[in-house]
């Protein structure tokens, strides 16, 4: 199974971003997806995901409000819109893959990850 994470890049504080993360699972529809982030000299952070149907959302303390996460389930695609972007956002972004319907679990497949950078 593969997780092409894309959409990345370097930003000014305030500004947005949409990442974006294409998967070549099969049902991709039956499963939870989440995005993740890691920065520099931090452990791996749980930043947002959404089950099967998107009707069950969750997002870290530091998401909510700014960061909206999403599904197109024809396309095999999760997004991650990034609002209010700062400094404290820089991180290498990592979409993933739950093993049901809802993300009960850890994650079973990562993906390779996109850098987004916040100068401020």
């Known amino acids: 199974v593969q997780l092409q994470a894309s959409g990345g890049g370097l930003v000014q504080a305030g500004d947005s971003l949409r990442l974006s993360c294409v998967t070549s699972r099969r049902k991709f529809s039956d499963y939870a997806m989440g995005w993740f982030r890691q920065a520099p000299a931090k452990e791996r952070e749980f930043v947002a995901a959404i089950s099967w149907n998107s009707v069950s959302i969750e997002y870290a303390d530091f998401a909510k409000g700014r960061f909206t996460i999403t599904r197109d389930n024809a396309k095999n695609t999760v997004y991650l819109q990034m609002n209010s972007l700062s400094s404290e956002d820089t991180a290498v972004y990592y979409c993933?893959?739950?093993?049901?319907?809802?993300?009960?679990?850890?994650?079973?497949?990562w993906g390779q990850g996109t850098q987004v950078t916040v100068s401020s």
């Open positions: 993933a893959a739950y093993g049901h319907v809802a993300p009960v679990d850890p994650p079973i497949y």
